[in-house]
């Protein structure tokens, strides 16, 4: 029970992604911090006459950047979560902010996976499920390749048993 009067709390879903999302963050992250730190650097370097606390500048987005890499796909994986139910599909994801999102099965419209590069390399991909909703599609991301093409198949069936048009 919680403080509204024995309304039971919705629980978190019941699954998480797969563990090699967090290398795969920690790879798409470093790349990408990576990329903006070169560039500012280059730019204090290259430039003349930038006064000398732009280094300073330069030095703590590089810290910022090291503290990205490693800290934020450890608190992304604890956080993301997903669940695929007999009525609905679940998710919560989120590292500085968290949203969770619930779509029930009869308004699912399309079911489409993703597997980028990067993706493919640590075996992962990504499943989108678009709704008859105004908030947009649900995204499950990062989890195991053979895991997603299960949750595809499964989607399909039910939405395809279900009657009516979604909407």
Sequence with gaps: ????????????????VSPRAVPYWRVSAGVGDAVV????????LLVPDVPWWVGLLVALLALVAVAH???MPRIRFRVHRWEVGDTAVHTREGWLGQQSRIAPLSRVQT?????????RLFHLASITV????AAGPITI??????????????????TAATEGDAT
């Design 1 to 16: 029970m919680d403080h509204t009067g024995g309304t039971p709390l919705l629980r978190a879903p019941a699954h998480q």
């Design 37 to 44: 730190v070169v560039a500012a650097a280059a730019a204090w």
């Design 69 to 71: 890499v490693v800290l």
């Design 111 to 119: 079911v489409d996976s993703r597997q980028g590069a990067l993706m």
């Design 130 to 133: 678009t709704t008859a909703s």
């Design 141 to 158: 991301s990062c989890l195991d390749d053979e895991v997603a093409r299960q949750v595809v198949s499964r989607l399909t069936a039910i």
